[in-house]
């Protein structure tokens, strides 16, 4: 038997429960939820409701259970330190200790992350700790601007020039406001192009990747209205993405594994979980939106049921101590 501690209660949390199910390795599930899934609940031979940054409850229940590893959904327990919390107590995770979850956590963190590795993928920007030279910086980015605090913000804290303001005099003024909270803010040039989402399985040595998929941030039909966190997500039938060609995939996947070693090289740790590079494909090439560190909600769902592999045995295999 095999007993697994699922953490997160969305569509996420459901498709990794039911790829956990569908595990010839005698699963039995545990999950940890803030609210009830009663989906996620039928799959679970026992669970336990409580917040995310509750970890001695997290860690009880793992001890409990007798849990051979945990795989973390969504990023808050992350950032709260759940994977730490976890190995102290014995237990491995699929899913990235609080530093390398900065990947996620912290969107400066990753832009200096590519510059000092000499990454492909970074777009211009500059971080600023006060509000002097920010104009300056803004005029000299014809293509427009994006305005990034640098926290986790539910996929509602960027800014895009044109969607959220019209002119680098007004993007200054928003830059004023984050940084009136004490906190440093990313500018950016902005991209134009097609977004894609290439959700990564990731040991800490190996990158192996999952097929893209788009996730629609328009609020309506027809790429019209707001942008939002993500109203689903979609690939073709053969699991592929027309406006893409096989370069930009295997561009993705080259930043993903040179962001791995760098990882490793910038914390001496392994990052053992989820690698989800959000990507823009653009006429120079393919750039790095952002990092996610685990699955995107709802993409999980596009590419967990595609799986021919025992996914207990691919957890198994990332989530082993070296
Ligand atoms: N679908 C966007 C995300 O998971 O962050």
Same mark, same amino acid.
Do not use: W
């Given at each position: 038997m095999t007993k697994?501690?699922?953490?997160?209660?969305?569509?996420?949390?459901?498709?990794? *429960?039911?790829?956990?199910?569908?595990?010839?390795?005698?699963?039995?599930?545990?999950?940890?939820?803030? $609210?009830?899934?009663?989906g996620i609940a039928s799959l679970s031979h026992d669970l336990r409701l409580g917040n995310y940054d509750d970890l001695a409850a997290?860690?009880?229940?793992?001890?409990?259970?007798?849990?051979e590893f945990a795989?973390?959904?969504?990023? &808050?327990?992350?950032?709260?330190?759940?994977? &730490?919390?976890?190995?102290?107590?014995?237990?491995?995770?699929?899913?990235? @200790?609080r530093s390398l979850a900065r990947?996620? $956590?912290?969107?400066?963190?990753?832009?200096?992350?590519?510059?000092?590795?000499?990454?492909?993928?970074?777009?211009?920007?500059?971080?600023?700790? $006060?509000?002097?030279?920010?104009?300056?910086?803004?005029?000299?980015?014809?293509?427009g601007s994006v305005i990034k605090p640098d926290g986790l913000t539910g996929g509602k804290g960027v800014m895009v020039q044109g969607d959220h303001f019209s002119t680098p005099e007004? *993007?200054?003024?928003?830059?004023? @406001?984050?940084?009136?909270?004490?906190?440093?803010?990313?500018?950016?040039?902005?991209? &134009?192009?097609?977004?894609?989402?290439l959700q990564c399985f990731c040991d800490g040595k190996t990158v192996v990747a999952t097929p893209a998929v788009q996730d629609h941030k328009r609020r309506f039909e027809g790429d019209s209205g707001p942008n939002t966190g993500g109203m689903g997500s979609y690939s073709y039938p053969d699991r592929?993405?027309?406006?893409?060609?096989?370069?930009?995939?295997?561009?993705?996947?080259?930043? $993903?594994?040179?962001?791995?070693? *760098?990882?490793?090289?910038?914390?001496?740790?392994?990052y053992k979980g989820i690698m989800y590079g959000g990507f823009m494909a653009t006429k120079e090439g393919v750039k790095l939106l952002e990092y996610n560190a685990r699955f995107g909600d709802p993409e999980a769902m596009n590419v967990l049921p595609l799986i021919k592999s025992d996914f207990i045995e691919v957890c198994r295999a990332i989530s082993k101590v070296h």
């Open positions: 697994v501690l699922l953490i997160g209660n969305g569509a996420r949390e459901h498709a990794i *429960a039911e790829a956990i199910k569908r595990s010839g390795c005698d699963p039995r599930l545990y999950s940890y939820m803030k $609210t009830n899934n009663p997290i860690c009880t229940f793992a001890k409990d259970a007798g849990i795989i973390i959904g969504p990023e &808050d327990p992350l950032q709260n330190g759940v994977v &730490d919390a976890l190995s102290e107590a014995g237990f491995p995770s699929v899913g990235p @200790t990947l996620e $956590t912290s969107k400066i963190f990753t832009r200096r992350l590519l510059e000092k590795y000499s990454i492909p993928g970074n777009p211009r920007f500059k971080v600023f700790d $006060t509000p002097h030279a920010i104009l300056d910086f803004l005029k000299t980015l014809e293509e007004e *993007a200054l003024l928003l830059c004023e @406001t984050i940084l009136k909270t004490g906190a440093p803010v990313l500018v950016e040039e902005r991209l &134009d192009g097609e977004e894609f989402s592929s993405l027309p406006f893409l060609i096989p370069s930009d995939i295997e561009d993705g996947v080259e930043i $993903t594994r040179k962001i791995s070693e *760098a990882l490793f090289k910038e914390t001496g740790e392994l």
